[in-house]
């Protein structure tokens, strides 16, 4: 909000400052929002004078007005969104991750969450495995200098998102509620940070877990679809891609 002073736009003196603020009129939002015939009355200055520097103000003080349709279409050409290279994990993420947002996968250890963070190695992403490792430890001690640190790092991380208009990936690790259900880390004022978050868990019990490379990744939170959704996806889909289209370079080769 501006306050009114001296030179702010031409006839807007000292004179007539003390005027308006005579009539309790000391900011620009103030005076646009004023009568301005009984404005002039009271500060004993000409109708058109008033009006011609409220006029200055509002040119100099306002947004230029934007449709909406205007704003959709700039969102849309500065918008990417990147496949993770997983058709699962893509149909869970709404087609993949988002340029300018917050994606976080959330799990244990053994869940794959590393792996799927590698985003199919596009520059447009920036990771960080992971981000519990960097803000658990700010939460100890002095409970409010630890929030406050968080909502930084969090901060500094939407600013990178958006001005760089990159996708914004982290990893978190998982507590349990009071019920005993599998939930993300960091607590209620972290929830709030990423636009998408998605639980991963092995879905294999008992003694086979750890041979097996299946997992699920279920969607706890989006603005795009409908929570809940749940997809068994393959660790090992990467490294096959890999060797598939290794393999089709060498055919490729081999023809040529």
Same mark, same amino acid.
């Given at each position: 909000m501006a306050v009114l002073s001296e030179g702010m736009c031409p006839?807007?003196?000292?004179?007539?400052? %003390?005027?308006? %603020?005579?009539?309790?009129?000391?900011?620009?939002?103030?005076?646009?929002?004023s009568d301005i015939e009984e404005l002039a009355r009271k500060c004993s200055v000409s109708y058109k004078a008033l009006f011609a520097i409220r006029r200055v103000l509002l040119a100099q003080h306002t947004a230029f007005p934007v449709s909406g349709a205007d704003l959709y279409e700039e969102l849309l050409s500065s918008t990417a969104i990147i496949s993770t290279g997983n058709p699962c994990l893509d149909k869970v993420l709404d087609s993949g991750l988002y340029t300018g947002e917050i994606t976080e996968l959330s799990g244990g250890p053994g869940?794959?969450?590393?792996?799927?963070?590698?985003?199919?190695?596009?520059?447009?992403?920036?990771?960080?495995?992971?981000?519990?490792?960097?803000?658990?430890?700010?939460?100890?001690?002095?409970?409010?200098?630890?929030?406050?640190?968080?909502?930084?790092?969090?901060?500094?991380?939407?600013?990178?998102?958006?001005?760089?208009?990159?996708?914004?990936?982290?990893?978190?690790?998982?507590?349990?509620?009071?019920?005993?259900?599998?939930?993300?880390?960091?607590?209620?004022?972290?929830?709030?940070?990423? %636009?998408? %978050?998605?639980?991963?868990?092995?879905?294999?019990?008992?003694?086979?877990?750890?041979?097996?490379?299946?997992r699920t990744a279920t969607l706890i939170k989006s603005s795009r679809q409908p929570c809940h959704i749940k997809e068994v996806f393959d660790l090992q889909w990467w490294s096959r891609s890999k060797e598939g289209s290794s393999g089709k370079r060498k055919l490729d080769e081999t023809d040529s």
């Open positions: 006839g807007l003196d000292e004179v007539l400052l %003390r005027g308006l %603020r005579a009539a309790d009129v000391k900011t620009v939002e103030d005076l646009v929002s869940s794959g969450k590393s792996q799927a963070s590698v985003g199919g190695g596009s520059v447009k992403a920036v990771i960080v495995d992971s981000v519990s490792a960097v803000i658990a430890p700010l939460l100890g001690g002095k409970q409010n200098e630890g929030m406050s640190l968080m909502i930084q790092v969090a901060g500094a991380l939407k600013t990178m998102a958006k001005d760089f208009n990159v996708a914004a990936l982290v990893t978190n690790h998982v507590t349990r509620s009071g019920s005993g259900e599998v939930q993300p880390g960091l607590g209620v004022s972290w929830s709030h940070i990423p %636009r998408t %978050r998605l639980l991963l868990e092995q879905v294999e019990k008992g003694v086979l877990v750890s041979l097996s490379s299946l």
